[in-house]
């Protein structure tokens, strides 16, 4: 064989590890990224929803803690817009609600209260318009009352086709997560750390209003080893034990203001109902600890009470949640208002800690 010929052989055989994608290569790899790109927004999409509706079932729940009060006071329920008499009672007693203008669900609509219409002949009911912002449709939300109880039918999505921009999108945002696996997408993002975290300042909210609003003495308990919390409510008169720094001690009982009677005083145990029942972190979120009053480090173990008090008081705490790979979020307890701020990592107390800040946001 010529050496030209064998040159041209050569030039025209090809490296398999060099072999071009088929156009029917192409399309298999193209359908199987766009059904798990279908999976993964849908997915998404379905827990902000889901988050969002069990934020507003819990407003909708102290909405309706407060007019159960207001009746108490007046002896019926208020007609009309009974919602802004619930934040401007018309005798000048203190509001029942929180807040400045109408009560709004997590999709960002005012929640509806109607008088004597609800269903069953109840006294009244509130309506959440859902996540399309229009009412008398699939995914409203409605609570009835005194004993009514919380309703949302579930919405049927409607698939529907995507254009060529619409699946490069996806395909894009597709590459950037293969690296890490679209398994981890929720840690990717912080969206389920951030959703349950989320989930836990609404019920340290609920806490707050239901221990204003009716009299009662309650408490969030923690529970890090099970990433478990609960909300318990007690009609009797809460006493804290809050164990004191050693050094402080040392130094009251030399200056004399230790004696033996304040040592030995008992510590009455008050009986508690459960408001919410144990609520479980999923998805790989964990409760990490907290820092509550008269403690200097992160509790990590057992269980740890937070206490509201119905003068409004609260008792100062800190509380980290972690997804397990490094990122926290925390939540400072502002002890006279009840806000809960949402802090992104692990951040240390300052030395104003169990102090209320200027300016305090609820976390979203």
Do not use: C, W
């Not at 929180?98 to 005012?110: H, L």
């Amino acid at each position: 064989m010529k050496p030209g010929h064998l040159k041209q052989r050569l030039a025209r055989t090809r490296n398999p590890l060099e072999k071009g994608m088929t156009l029917l290569e192409i399309m298999i790899v193209i359908a199987i990224l766009g059904l798990l790109a279908s999976v993964v927004v849908v997915a998404v999409m379905n827990q902000f929803e889901n988050s969002k509706v069990q934020t507003t079932k819990l407003k909708m729940g102290t909405i309706k803690t407060a007019l159960n009060q207001y009746k108490v006071n007046h002896g019926e329920y208020p007609a009309g817009d009974g919602l802004k008499k619930l934040l401007n009672p018309p005798d000048g007693m203190k509001p029942y609600l929180k807040g400045k203008g109408a009560p709004k669900d997590d999709f960002g609509n005012p929640i509806i209260y109607k008088a004597n219409t609800g269903s069953g002949g109840a006294p009244f009911e509130l309506v959440s318009k859902g996540s399309d912002g229009q009412i008398g449709t699939e995914d409203d939300i409605k609570i009835t009352g005194p004993e009514g109880h919380h309703h949302v039918r579930e919405r049927v999505r409607h698939s529907k086709g995507i254009t060529l921009i619409e699946l490069l999108v996806v395909l894009a945002v597709l590459v950037m997560l293969m690296g890490v696996g679209i398994a981890g997408l929720d840690r990717i993002s912080g969206t389920a750390l951030r959703t349950q975290t989320n989930q836990l300042s609404a019920a340290i909210r609920h806490a707050y209003n239901r221990s204003v609003a009716e009299g009662l003495f309650v408490r969030l308990v923690l529970s890090p080893e099970t990433d478990q919390y609960r909300v318990e409510a007690s009609s009797e008169r809460v006493f804290i034990d809050i164990e004191e720094d050693a050094q402080d001690a040392e130094d009251k009982e030399k200056k004399g203001r230790i004696d033996a009677e304040e040592e030995e005083k008992p510590v009455r145990k008050a009986r508690f109902e459960a408001l919410i029942p144990n609520v479980a972190m999923t998805r790989g979120i964990e409760i990490y600890g907290a820092i509550t009053s008269g403690r200097e480090d992160v509790i990590t173990s057992g269980e740890i009470a937070i206490h509201f008090f119905p003068s409004g008081f609260v008792q100062p705490a800190i509380i980290y949640t972690t997804d397990g790979d490094g990122d926290y979020f925390t939540l400072r307890v502002n002890p006279m208002t009840g806000h809960v701020k949402r802090l992104p990592g692990r951040v240390e107390p300052d030395r104003g800690f169990g102090q209320p800040d200027r300016v305090e946001d609820e976390g979203r």
